[in-house]
DNA sequence: TATGAATGAGCGTTCATTCAT
DNA sequence: TATGAATGAACGCTCATTCAT
């Protein structure tokens, strides 16, 4: 492949990442079409897939970017010196998969698969967030009966059901910090 | 409506459920078509769209019947003696939530929404869960430092993340019963 | 049947109309539904179809009570002066006509069984329009040497299709009556 | 789009209006059925929809194809001597369309539309009528008291009424002849 | 690599009409 | 006479994905 081929695919790529995001921040995740990104991207359908392995690739990779930009954020902090704190921290990447039901649904869908390296880019992430937690988690000085690993997984448990149960109408966002700061303190400070 | 008429109205939605009931057995619940169901059932299709809003009613149904008879069986037990034992009668629900993603998604869905009545019959199977684990737990001497509703919830969130794990190809049926031992104990019997 | 059943059918017949009419009326012929209409008149389905042959005979009904009331004013003249009076005379029905398709194709739909009696009380209603025409077409001193019945057929002929023209969106209400005053001054006057 | 990506479309589209027109042969066009059609044309549900907005669009490129066929007949004819010479050489197209009340229907529906360009190919076809009929009027010698226009609409009205009346179970093929006959006589030869 | 026509299974809907009670 | 559950044949539509050029 020549220099110039392989530029113009990278613009190709870029250009139907960039009409896929300007969809999705108008009209949301679930609200994207792939023949709605094709045409906003001036491409034909057929390209789309050259590109991408499928619709739920390209979903991964702008749900991974996103998350990527919200752990950067809480990658500068290294510990958590109360449960007020860990929580605080976690609400913006906790508004985020809780603001669609269908980021919800990647996430818990991913989250499984924590340890496999070869599902794309959003397990890599994942597994950012699951390995950043376990550190900053070892750094703090919460219970420590249970290894870290396992205080990170009750961690994204109570996370995971506190953005569920976001989604019925009746609980509001303060809600949900309220809820998971309940769950944490009795998670992490047992006794 | 004559008494006759309502007989034969609630007739028709059996052979509907007991039809649809018969093709989950043998196919799976990813496998339901309405077309399907209303053909075994001998019924006209505007007939499967007057006796439930769309395939999605018929679905929750089903399998909110499916955790009732579950839940029958798990009301048997008062309390818990050990985290073995909690998690030794979560099985029979816990695998057959984990049995199929559809089913998980669903289950996933409405667990949101306990103690919303009008959501239909399955949020009130799922409250009835709730209440259930929670009046077990209250009998059970676990720790005594939180809420018996902190101590169910928490048994919850644990419980959906050990199935979510499940989902995973890497993590047999086994695991999810190890690791909701693991979790639950640390949960139950800190310290 | 006794006196008391005969009151209770015809009330119900009422209450039918009533409620149909009603919904003509704010929302159109078009939209007119039997469910609705028994909703609106507190019967059940069957009883629609115990008044009404079907949904048909109930809107021949209407739009004959309509027509006829329509006719009941154009019975005053008895004879026309000039074309431009035929046509202003003529407008009242034409443009009932023009305000739906659905009633315009009922009308057109019926008018060709003006011979025939036992189509239904719309038929006696086009009949008695038909034969008014030709009355007043009588009385009127328009061209002599083509039968009345034919001079009332063209007219008819061509109000029809002035109609049929104003279908189309870029013909107005008001083109309707210049068509229609072209149409009949070449038909009635010749020379 | 490749030249042969779109004979590969064109001849799809083919595929699709023979399979209906095949249909229709039979069956008649009140009997065509979008499913007989995708199957006779070995061709996907879908496809039909991305080459016809609607079965009625189907329908319409069907009966303009008819029509376009009555007219390339009744072209070589360029003028009429006589009112019964112009009835004679109307019957093949007046036969058609009182053939089935579907086409008699659409015919009626988008006659209205003569000049616009927009509804597509059958008003294109009944424009290419008006004006035929126009030209014909204009060589021949009937009335000269009124335009060719005028002429020509007052020739389709009572086509179309000629037409409705065949409806009428109690008129006759022959019926529509003669009533046009008589019809046309008064018109295009008064006095 | 890019193209875009074609795929295809199934859902939800419509709604006048019938019929057993 | 009144009831209302049941009928049933299409239609339109969805939309990610494939594949021949």
Same mark, same amino acid.
């Given at each position: 492949? @020549?220099?110039?081929? $392989?530029?113009?695919?990278?613009?190709t790529?870029?250009?139907? #990442?960039?009409a896929a995001h300007a969809i999705i921040v108008s009209d @949301? /995740?679930?609200a994207l079409r792939v023949e709605d990104v094709v045409v906003n991207a001036s491409v034909a359908k057929g390209t789309f897939f050259s590109h991408f392995k499928d619709k739920d690739a390209l979903m991964d990779i702008l749900i991974g970017r996103k998350i990527d930009a919200l752990l950067d954020e809480?990658?500068?902090v290294s510990s958590f010196k109360t449960v007020e704190e860990l929580v605080e921290n976690s609400m913006p990447l906790l508004n985020f998969i809780s603001s669609e039901r269908y980021i919800?649904? =990647?996430? !818990?869908? !991913?989250?499984g698969a924590l340890a496999v390296e070869d599902i794309g880019d959003i397990a890599t992430t994942l597994y950012r967030h699951d390995r950043l937690l376990a550190t900053q988690l070892s750094n703090s000085s919460f219970?420590?009966? %249970?290894? +870290?690993?396992? #205080?990170?997984e009750g +961690? $994204?448990?109570?996370? %995971?059901?506190? =953005?569920?149960l976001s989604f019925c109408a009746l609980h509001s966002g303060q809600d949900?910090?309220?809820?998971?700061? +309940? /769950?944490l303190k009795a998670w992490l400070c047992p006794g």
């Open positions: 492949m @020549g220099r110039a081929t $392989q530029q113009r695919k990278l613009r790529r870029e250009q139907l #990442l960039a @949301g /995740y679930e809480l990658e500068k919800f649904d =990647v996430f !818990l869908r !991913l989250s219970r420590q009966d %249970i290894s +870290v690993d396992l #205080l990170s +961690v $994204q448990s109570f996370s %995971i059901n506190a =953005v569920a949900l910090k309220d809820r998971l700061t +309940v /769950y």
